[in-house]
């Protein structure tokens, strides 16, 4: 039992965290914008925010940093895949309203710059826009040597949408049916545990790997060309799946007069980052979600579980555990979604379905259920 | 001589920042984004960057941070100005292409949430939400012990411009006429050298200041209501002055039929940051700056001078010396221009002139130039 660990213990106090945001929340005035004038707040059903008012569209700004699995990155100084880490953690986040990414912007801090790192971050940045099909807009390197031990990565990304076309989880039934969209790996969440894990095993990021990790959903960015076989750091830097392509191209196929499922069928779309799949239960304040056929979780998270002894319920509650987004559609129209999202990207399934039932989220497979986020 | 400070010695290395920025840069390819579709970049003349389309208006964003001036915040535990420290920085800079800001996102990295802190940066965002009537659309909080040491916090600000509206000192011409904005004090740059003149005088921040801090053009935020002795710590935490009022209104009263001048009357727009005086010359490639009328430099900036033993050069190279903003403008309606500005804002005057001897800022009253940027 002694080896037992959770997010808790890894030193992240999700309660303190919640606190915290409340108290910064509760400060902030109604904004100074009136309804109806470029830059008035929109509220949206099911509490999703950072929507604002631009003439026929709305736009959304989400802002997000790397977190903790920058550390790794540090440490190995291995920088090719945390410009793509930080784009997904903001572009996925506008999706999920229906939104289309079109600029970002970054934010470095470091103690000193330096050139080779800041080259690598560049191109890692680049590789990103060209992935998410946004502009870079600007960015800004500050050198806070008294502030930051080492390099913290975070962004903001600016998304777009007709207005009446926001998708908020609002029309959602019972019945509409989940479609699963592969993860890339364990992508931006998590990494306080995993990092946790890794030095209660004993392991160096630049070991070899303890598992097969060959997934057939995603592929491992190497680090160098190499034919040497893949270290246990490559594994955990993958980086995070952006799914831009395919859900804007979702989004604008289905606004076509041809197309045979319509925006409306697209009911609520769920980027699953930390708390797992508890994060469906904010889509809706009363229905529940049935998963009955997931996505298989990649090697490492089986790995990680029994390195660390991770509860089963604890790893869903932390992870992605393979499935980086779910799609909630119109029952009726799922075999086709799904098929289009099929045709454009390996592994996606419809791997469950919304109930009447309370508002829980149940993984029905292994028998475990979330009540909260 | 020992005792003389500036920049560089103070720990901050301007070139070796540039070299890591421009690294980044250099790898960043061209967006995938086509002209003509939203979110394509804008190239403005004089290399103003972070504009993208979207449809008939552009779009800005920017992004920075607070910098070092939050590791006084931090050792005070005194929050209420660092919001509009980080507001002030992003929507100061989107004026200057003559965007008006429209909302804003927070990042904040903390080593450990803490929910007082938070509360308090919440009450000063959304005081600067006020000031800069802005929209806060969002923020992140993250938990990062093994990255930062301290609070850091930078933010994002979104604004936009009809096409055709920016203002980008492309129509600059020998005359024009140079409109100085009072600063509020030291505003967000320079503090490594403020912290190692304070270290170097033997002060702490909590003592009484040793100078006369009365300036009228500003007003120094108290800590708590207090009737005490104004603090050093309080002045030089004094927040950075927003400039959305009143230069957003004057846009927007230039673009009026019957108003008396016009946008095109406004030349430029420039922000006095970290650089000082120099950064006017990111404005036009040829020609120069005569500064003959400066505004008063508040006695902080004269007490750093003589506690570090600073050069004058230095003093302007590095702090905005008691003007935050300046905008060129149309010699024929300069006066016109000035009277509107100082209704609005006390302290408003001219300053000096656009004059074509070579691409240089002249302070002429002090006898010192800077000729890069």
């Given at each position: ?46 509490g999703f ?108 990304a600016l ?123 904010r889509l ?90």
């Amino acid at each position: 039992m002694a080896d037992k660990m959770d997010y808790a213990s890894a030193g992240v106090d999700i309660d303190l965290e919640g606190t915290a945001v409340a108290s910064l929340i509760s400060s902030l005035s109604k904004s100074v914008r009136p309804s109806g004038t470029h830059g008035a707040p929109v509220e949206l059903p099911g509490g999703f925010g950072g929507l604002i008012e631009f003439g026929d569209y709305l736009l959304a700004l989400a802002t997000d940093g790397v977190g903790s699995k920058l550390q790794i990155a540090s440490q190995l100084n291995q920088w090719s895949g945390v410009g793509i880490d930080c784009m997904a953690m903001n572009v996925n986040d506008l999706l999920c309203v229906g939104a289309e990414p079109i600029a970002f912007v970054d934010y470095v801090a470091v103690p000193k710059p330096d050139p080779e790192v800041h080259a690598a971050l560049g191109a890692s940045l680049a590789e990103a826009c060209r992935l998410a099909r946004v502009t870079l807009a600007g960015g800004e390197t500050a050198s806070l040597p008294g502030i930051v031990t080492e390099l913290d990565l975070s962004g903001t990304a600016l998304g777009y949408l007709k207005k009446g076309e926001a998708i908020t989880g609002e029309h959602l039934q019972s019945g509409d049916v989940l479609i699963g969209l592969p993860s890339s790996g364990i992508h931006s969440n998590g990494y306080s545990l995993v990092r946790k894990i890794m030095e209660h095993a004993g392991m160096d990021y630049t070991d070899v790997s303890p598992f097969d990790c060959s997934s057939s959903t995603r592929e491992i960015l190497r680090f160098n060309d190499s034919s040497d076989d893949v270290t246990i750091g490559e594994i955990l830097l993958n980086p995070t799946r952006i799914y831009c392509d395919p859900v804007v191209d979702l989004i604008k196929y289905a606004q076509l007069d041809d197309s045979n499922f319509s925006v409306e069928d697209i009911r609520g779309i769920c980027h699953i980052t930390g708390g797992g799949l508890s994060n469906l239960l904010r889509l809706h304040d009363n229905l529940g979600w049935e998963i009955n056929n997931p996505l298989p979780p990649h090697p490492e998270f089986t790995w990680l579980a029994e390195a660390g002894g991770v509860e089963t319920w604890e790893m869903y509650r932390t992870f992605n555990m393979g499935c980086g987004m779910i799609i909630a559609v119109n029952q009726q129209h799922s075999d086709s979604i799904c098929a289009w999202l099929q045709a454009k990207m390996d592994g996606v399934q419809i791997i469950g379905q919304v109930v009447d039932n309370g508002r829980k989220v149940v993984h029905s497979t292994l028998g475990i259920e979330f009540t909260h986020y």
